[in-house]
Nanobody
Framework: QVQLVESGGGLVEAGGSLRLSCVAS????????MGWYRQAPGSQRDLVAT???????KYVDSVKGRFAISRDNAKNTVYLQMNSLKPEDTAVYYC????????????????WGQGTQVTVSS
């Protein structure tokens, strides 16, 4: 079994900051990409940011310069530091990991956390 557990969401005023964390646990051999997606009410789930095992990052344009993704490979943990938050950042944020559960697996599988609510008031 593999679990991704997020923490750090909450309510914050516009211009404020939050830090999200996500820990992957269970039967894990390797994780290539970890990241964050978000889903606002009535919208699809969209990419926010990803980071590879060697530290290559990718961001959606709307968060560049405000959000920073980082990762601790030894702890199978990914973080999302969110600064200068805007009301339009309000969404449920989901942690994502592409991983292999054992060395003999031919390909990775995608795993998701259950989500953490981020609400930014104006």
């Amino acid at each position: 079994q593999v679990q991704l557990v997020e923490s750090g969401g909450g309510l914050v005023e516009a211009g404020g900051s939050l830090r999200l964390s996500c820990v992957a646990s269970g039967s894990i051999f390797s994780i290539s990409t970890m990241g964050w997606y978000r889903q606002a009410p009535g919208s699809q789930r969209d990419l926010v940011a990803t980071v590879t095992s060697v530290g290559t990052t990718k961001y959606v344009d709307s968060v560049k310069g405000r959000f920073a993704i980082s990762r601790d490979n030894a702890k199978n943990t990914v973080y999302l530091q969110m600064n200068s938050l805007k009301p339009e950042d309000t969404a449920v944020y989901y942690c994502y990991a592409a991983l292999k559960r054992a060395y003999w697996y031919l390909s990775e599988s995608d795993y998701w956390g259950q989500g953490t609510q981020v609400t930014v008031s104006s």
